[in-house]
């Protein structure tokens, strides 16, 4: 499928997965598969799940630090209602952190969109639509930051990857 191509899919983490794909819509190039296998071996070794792999690339610069959204789902406020107000305010690819009924933490991520609003599972290379028999509780909106690119490259020590033969 066109726009599902991810060669940066991290298979540790759905966190780490969207967060890569996020990069790759603000411009991160896949010019060799060294840079790819490379940044996949550095976050598997720093994350195993969700929420660590958030605060990873909190503490690199890639995410901004705190949620642009973050609200309880409830009979009044539906995931419909919180996508909706997501998508009034992100301004650049975002994470959309799903908390599951008896999870303490974010069980899952999914990418959305700014210039038209999608939401993808990045893991299952889809749109994401809610699991009718998963109830979602909580829901966090975090934005990448607007260097995100730029702050991978530079917190990481890998150069512009145009041209390059090997890391």
């Known amino acids: 499928?066109?726009?599902?191509?991810?060669?940066?899919?991290?298979?540790?983490s759905c966190g780490c997965g969207v967060v890569f794909f996020n990069l790759h819509k603000m411009g991160l190039m896949y010019c060799v598969w060294q840079l790819i296998r490379n940044?996949?071996?550095?976050?598997?070794i720093e994350v195993e799940d969700c929420i660590w792999s958030l605060k990873y690339f909190v503490q690199l610069g890639v995410l901004e630090e705190t949620e642009i959204l973050f609200k309880e789902i409830t009979e009044t406020y539906t995931i419909e209602r919180a996508l909706n107000d997501a998508r009034k305010i992100i301004a650049r690819p975002a994470v959309l952190g799903l908390q599951y009924e008896d999870e303490e933490f974010v069980g899952h991520c999914v990418a959305i969109l700014a210039y038209n609003g999608s939401v993808i599972?990045?893991?299952?290379?889809?749109?994401?639509?809610?699991?009718?028999n998963k109830r979602i509780t909580h829901v966090y909106v975090i934005n990448m930051t607007e260097n995100a690119v730029d702050n991978w490259?530079?917190?990481c020590g890998f150069p512009a990857c145009v041209g390059w033969d090997s890391i």
């Open 1 to 12: 499928m066109v726009g599902f191509d991810n060669p940066f899919n991290c298979s540790s």
């Open 39 to 44: 940044m996949q071996h550095r976050v598997n």
């Open 121 to 132: 599972d990045v893991q299952k290379k889809r749109y994401w639509t809610p699991d009718p």
């Open 153 to 155: 490259l530079n917190n």
